[in-house]
């Protein structure tokens, strides 16, 4: 009788049992400590102690095993909003939870940033934002576009941010200096609104930015529902 995806399979190496829901917490637990080999069955397998075939058995391939990773990632997301926010508040709760997850699990934000997991908590983030929009006074294709447009602002930024953490320490420094070195060297003549700006483009932080632009979402919503929802 085949068995159902539930059912615990022993491995042969270490006598223990595993379920989905075991091999998708290792697979957070690599995520966790930054390494990019989260997915494949062969650090799956040292990190549970098992024959890394036995993952197979729950999950067809590593995109699989990715998109279910993710949905619990996205899960933790939700987990984190509290109850009872107003429309912009929710946007912001969920920008704030998307980032921080996304950088717990840079592999997995990263990746996901391109990706739908169509799974059952990625449903209930697009429930979230569409519930949201049209909390604000949109409806129809007017809403359906600014669901996209937070959306996809969202995860392209946490993307973005994941991915950067996936780079080696010292290109990150290199990078991050880039501001207090390289640009305040160029020619005046040449770069006349760097030069004039740049000691306060040394001192802008990812957190500015990234508030900035939640709030310009939530900006756009509220013009285009003040407008009647008319593009």
């Not at 926010?85 to 920008?95: H, T």
């Not at 930024?157 to 953490?165: D, E, H, I, K, M």
């Not at 802008?204 to 919503?221: D, K």
Request: glycine fraction near 8%; hydrophobic fraction near 40%; avoid cysteine.
């Amino acid at each position: 009788m085949p068995k159902s995806p539930d059912t615990p399979t022993r491995s042969k190496r270490a006598g223990s049992q595993l379920t989905p829901d075991a091999i998708i917490e290792a697979s957070l637990r690599i995520a966790a400590r930054g390494s990019e080999d989260a997915f494949t069955v062969r650090r799956l397998g040292e990190e549970l102690g098992a024959d890394p075939t036995a993952i197979y058995r729950h999950f067809r391939d590593k995109d699989e095993l990715l998109l279910s990773v993710a949905d619990r990632t996205l899960g933790e997301v939700l987990d984190s909003i509290p109850e009872g926010l107003d429309w912009k508040d929710r946007l912001r709760a969920l920008a704030a939870g998307s980032l921080e997850v996304a950088l717990k699990y840079p592999v997995v934000g990263s990746t996901m940033a391109s990706r739908t997991t169509r799974r059952p908590n990625e449903f209930r983030v697009v429930e979230l934002i569409l519930g949201a929009v049209r909390e604000a006074g949109l409806d129809g294709a007017e809403a359906a576009v600014h669901y996209r447009m937070v959306g996809d602002s969202l995860l392209a930024y946490v993307g973005q941010r994941a991915a950067y953490l996936l780079f080696a320490p010292d290109v990150r420094a290199a990078d991050e200096a880039s501001w207090s070195r390289e640009y305040r060297l160029l020619d005046t003549g040449d770069f006349p609104h760097i030069t004039h700006l740049g000691a306060e483009l040394a001192e802008v932080t990812e957190e500015e930015i990234f508030e900035l632009r939640v709030e310009a979402l939530i900006t756009a919503i509220e013009t285009r529902a003040r407008a009647g929802g008319r593009r």
